[in-house]
């Protein structure tokens, strides 16, 4: 009996020991989570005056609060009462807080509470693409400069010396910067504007040139000397930025790599590709009334500038004639309308950011949040008028109420808003959305782009938000309008986000040694606008850390898996002409 008792305990002991470390890792995450609230908590008393003021005044209250109960249960009269009293308001309180609470959760989609994206992770690197889930204020470039230096955490010599070891990319043939123009460049103000700000001179003759500007008539790239001369364009950057079909079949093909589906990671309205059957059939299995759709034209020539692009809420007439889904019979990509879409004082808006591929030998790459398009006609839910429906700025220019001011917003302007509202606190999440997903849109078509030494390019990426907060990648575009539409502050972004794309894309390709920016570190302009580094593939090589994979960064925890279509073999959809782009401006 004395043996079996101690072969119990001694069980015991052993099944305590093994729930001991999984006791304690949660007992840690614990101590962590409230030291991270803890330290922010600080940061805002000692930087926000408004926080600290309401900071003081809770704390008044509460002090006088604990006096009166205390006054209250010494009274013999009365101390019962007031310890009821006291019972109930403290019940009161904590209804109320649960109410609080109910009302701020922000679910993600469907309905699902999204993942914390903000949470603090052990093991937190600050050179790996977990600097994309710190909670980011929207303070000074002073106050951005001075966190950024202090997170940053000092590499080991090997893994410092990778880092220094990026190759020579252009060695130019003469000391004297000089740009080759075609006849037509969209937007070329902007770039003159740069140019003559570093120093650069006009070149006639191509060969000449130290640049050369993507234009009408189009210079391609036999033209131009490899490692000699620099082009503003990357060959294929199309396959995320061209046509809608390419882009979707592109994503799809990127994401199945990591284990999952482009459509479990609800990034994106729910997209059909009807030159596929299988894609079409799925499409015409919803019913004919109860959801609205866009359908995108694939034709070249359309896509942008709001061309080719319709609104429909019944799909009877559309059913009549494409309902045979033939392959490659419908040049058209349909696409989930946002039925409750985050609005601005009443109207739709999108999100233009910008994304800068300085480098494909190796591939850096850099990005900007950009700026909001609104809408100037009301809000109408089940209204499918291009005016109404549409918030690209081209479309509202057509308005007579037409007035830029409007139809446009700056980023911090934005977050202003949604502060105001009550919608958000840091509102650092939005901003991490956007460049976790404009990551993944890169990388995407990594197999596909042309590397070139001295190519580079902008990439416009256009985004929704739903009144969860949720970011929606709608679509791409290669040749994203830079002009400033008369706006001082437009002004000032574009003049920052090209002077920059010139300076680092110079720097990168002749003097890579002095090249000193890791993954999430910023480079501000003059007028405090910035392009933040999110790709480097040279250190990617160096850490491993730096890999993003977007089944864990991005994937909405709790959501079924859902069917994955069929896509196809990875050359379907390569035909956007010779090099994947498209020379329309939007």
Not at 273 to 298: I, Y
Not at 531 to 560: M, Q, R, S, T, Y
Request: hydrophobic share 35%; charged share 30%; net charge positive.
């Amino acid at each position: 009996t004395t043996k079996r008792k101690k072969k119990s305990s001694s069980s015991k002991t052993d099944a305590k020991g093994k729930k001991g470390p999984e006791w304690r890792r949660q007992l840690d995450q614990v101590i962590m989570t409230v030291q991270v609230h803890a330290t922010e908590a600080s940061h805002n008393f000692q930087t926000n005056p408004v926080y600290r003021k309401r900071v003081l005044t809770y704390a008044a209250a509460a002090l006088v609060c604990l006096v009166l109960l205390a006054f209250v249960g010494q009274s013999p009269s009365t101390g019962s009462t007031g310890l009821r009293v006291a019972a109930a308001g403290k019940g009161a309180a904590r209804t109320s807080r649960r109410g609080a609470v109910a009302k701020s959760a922000t679910p993600g989609p469907l309905g699902v509470p999204k993942r914390d994206r903000e949470r603090a992770e052990p093991g937190f690197d600050v050179s790996g693409s977990d600097l994309l889930s710190v909670k980011r204020r929207y303070g000074t470039r002073a106050e951005y400069e001075k966190a950024q230096k202090s997170a940053r955490q000092k590499l080991g010599s090997r893994e410092e010396q990778c880092y220094k070891e990026m190759p020579v990319q252009v060695r130019r043939d003469s000391a004297k910067f000089s740009v080759y123009q075609p006849r037509k460049v969209f937007d070329l103000p902007v770039l003159q504007r740069a140019h003559k700000n570093l120093g650069w001179v006009e070149e006639t003759d191509l060969k000449k040139a130290s640049l050369a500007l993507k234009g009408v008539p189009r210079v391609v790239f036999r033209q131009l000397k490899e490692g000699k001369q620099y082009y503003d364009m990357v060959a294929s950057l199309g396959r995320i930025g061209s046509k809608k079909k390419t882009q979707l079949s592109t994503l799809r093909n990127h994401v199945r790599k990591f284990k999952c589906s482009f459509e479990s990671l609800h990034i994106q309205p729910r997209s059909y590709d009807m030159n596929r059957p299988t894609d079409c059939q799925k499409f015409f299995a919803h019913e004919d009334k109860g959801k609205m759709w866009v359908l995108k034209s694939c034709k070249s020539g359309e896509g942008s500038k709001g061309m080719g692009i319709s609104v429909i809420d019944d799909l009877g007439p559309t059913r009549q004639e494409w309902g045979t889904c033939q392959e490659n019979a419908f040049n058209y990509v349909a696409q989930e309308y946002i039925e409750q879409p985050l609005l601005l004082i009443n109207r739709k808006f999108d999100m233009r950011a910008y994304l800068f591929v300085a480098s494909t030998k190796p591939y850096i790459v850099y990005f900007n949040p950009g700026y909001i398009r609104r809408s100037l006609a009301l809000y109408k839910p089940t209204s499918t008028e291009k005016n109404d429906v549409l918030t690209n700025y081209h479309v509202q220019m057509t308005r007579n109420d037409f007035t830029p001011g409007d139809a446009m917003w700056n980023f911090p302007q934005f977050i202003q808003y949604l502060k105001d509202q009550g919608l958000c606190e840091a509102c650092g999440d939005v901003e991490i959305q956007l460049a976790k997903i404009s990551k993944l849109v890169f990388d995407a078509g990594r197999s596909y782009y042309k590397r070139w030494s001295g190519s580079f390019q902008i990439v416009g990426l256009d985004f929704m938000m739903d009144t969860f907060l949720n970011v929606m990648f709608i679509e791409g575009n290669v040749s994203p309008g830079i002009g400033n539409h008369g706006l001082k502050w437009k002004r000032e972004l574009m003049d920052d986000l090209v002077t920059i794309m010139y300076e680092q894309t110079t720097l990168i390709h002749e003097r890579p040694q002095e090249y000193d920016l890791r993954i999430g570190e910023r480079v501000y302009g003059q007028f405090n606008n910035y392009w933040e580094l999110i790709v480097n593939e040279h250190h990617e090589k160096c850490n491993k850390a730096v890999k993003f994979d977007p089944c864990k960064e991005l994937k909405v925890e709790g959501l079924a898996e859902e069917e994955e279509p069929d896509l196809g073999s990875p050359a379907d959809d390569a035909g956007a002409g010779d090099d994947g782009d498209a020379d329309e401006e939007d």
